[in-house]
């Protein structure tokens, strides 16, 4: 019997400043707080640009396409 190797995944994460959740997530509300967090875990290795499409935020948010965009204005007013 072969034994199976493990295969190393890497667990990524976002970090997100407490100042965000105790000030910010109460001023937009939840799904535009859920978008910019969504935008952030794209923002790595010095990366300061994200581009996913809408069809994939929609897929890992579990929202409409009319409620995406909603949330985006909502943070291009703050």
Known sequence: ME???????????TTIQDYFLAHWVSIIGLGPAM???QFLSYCHKGKDIAWPSIKTL???????????????TTLLEY
Do not use: F, H, V, W
């Open 35 to 37: 978008l910019y967090l």
């Open 3 to 13: 034994r199976k190797t493990p295969t190393k995944q890497t667990i990524s994460y």
């Open 58 to 72: 929609n897929k890992r948010m579990g929202t409409t396409t009319k409620s995406l965009i909603k949330y985006r």
